[in-house]
């Protein structure tokens, strides 16, 4: 079974810019985690998608969204860049009834 | 308030020697969860164990044991025999009823050969 997979690998923006990442589950599960990981703040949680629906937000500004597709694929999106957004996005996606989450390789995105 | 403390920083040790991560949290919760990962220089995390808040049970795998108490409120991690395999950041996390997880800052752990 493939693992969970997350597009790109790597990015590099500039400030104000745009982005958009991509998370692909494993097959048959239906909810997916966003984190952003630095080296100050630890792993933090960005939201969480089921069915299509965000069931929990982290406590980041409204520049940082999601949504999920009904394959169950995810996106998120971050608008105006800034320098701090800099850092490893993770994707984390669980069977229903799991409660182990299962990462992907994450981007790593640089904002210059 | 949910809230995960790896008070360890930074660890290392010598190949082959017991090394024991710690993991304190905190949760008015009566039903929870709680996970260790290990995430290796690559950056993919790597789930490690589950255990929920009713199962007290220590267990072990392999090099691998976790000590769970809840009356202090901890979840340790001892690798025995460490190799120099083991060097990664590991993580501890806990999951409340709801599925959003709260991690710790994470312990990076050098074993030196």
């Known amino acids: 079974k493939a693992g969970v997979t997350q597009t790109p690998r790597y990015l590099i923006k500039t400030r104000g810019q745009q982005v958009t990442l991509s998370c692909s589950p494993i097959s048959g599960h239906r909810s997916v985690s966003w984190y952003q990981q630095t080296p100050g703040q630890g792993l933090q949680f960005l939201f969480e998608y089921f069915s299509e629906t965000q069931r929990n937000k982290g406590n980041f500004p409204g520049r940082f969204s999601g949504r999920q597709f009904s394959n169950s694929r995810s996106e998120m999106n971050v608008s105006t860049l800034e320098l701090g957004d800099s850092a490893l996005y993770l994707c984390?996606?669980?069977?229903?009834?799991?409660?182990?989450?299962?990462f992907g390789p994450g981007t790593r995105l640089t904002v210059l | 308030a949910q809230k995960v403390t790896q008070a360890q920083t930074e660890i290392s040790v010598v190949e082959k020697e017991d090394v024991t991560l710690d993991c304190v949290y905190e949760t008015r919760d009566t039903t929870y969860y709680l996970f260790w990962y290990k995430q290796p220089p690559s950056g993919e995390l790597v789930f490690l164990i589950r255990?929920?808040?009713?199962?007290?049970q220590n267990e072990i795998s392999g090099r691998y044991s976790w000590n769970f108490q809840k009356s202090t409120s901890s979840f340790n991690f001892t690798i025995t025999a460490s190799q120099v395999v083991d060097s990664a950041v590991y993580f501890c996390?806990?999951?409340?009823?709801?599925?959003?997880?709260?991690f710790g800052t994470g312990t990076s752990l050098t074993v030196i050969p």
């Open positions: 255990r929920n808040s009713f199962d007290e």
């Open positions: 996390a806990l999951r409340r009823t709801g599925n959003q997880f709260y």
């Open positions: 984390a996606s669980s069977l229903v009834g799991q409660n182990e989450q299962f």
